[in-house]
Nanobody, 128 residues
């Protein structure tokens, strides 16, 4: 049984930093692309960042470039999202996701439908 467990969210002030974690089990983690998405009430899930199986390729949404960093530790089956300079508009439920899809040439998926497995989400709330 595949399980993704998101953690690390919280209530912070604008300008603070957070590191979200996603621990995976029940899958060959080192073969999966990992992504982070976020969602606010009444809106569709939004792509935030993705990282390929080896960690050598990353992709970010324009809205988070320069502030968010995605990374992974394959021996620990964990993917991270470092969030710096938090803004109130970053407030959302953050989800990690895993994709087993293979793209030739290699690319990182940005659509939620391209991901097979999802975490339960971790809430990030940023006060101004």
């Amino acid at each position: 049984q595949v399980r993704l467990v998101d953690s690390g969210g919280g209530l912070v002030q604008a300008g603070d930093s957070l590191r979200l974690s996603c621990a995976a089990s029940g899958l060959r983690f080192e073969t999966h692309t990992m992504g982070w998405f976020r969602q606010t009430p009444g809106k569709e899930r939004e792509f935030v960042a993705a990282i390929n199986y080896s960690g050598q390729m990353t992709l970010y949404a324009d809205t988070v470039k320069g502030r968010f960093t995605i990374s992974r530790d394959n021996p620990k089956n964990t993917v991270y999202l470092q969030i710096n300079s938090l803004k109130p508009e970053d407030t959302a439920l953050y989800y990690c996701a895993a994709s087993s899809r293979v793209y030739i040439p290699e690319r990182l998926p940005e659509q939620s439908g391209d991901y097979n497995y999802w975490g339960q989400g971790t809430q990030v709330t940023v006060s101004s």
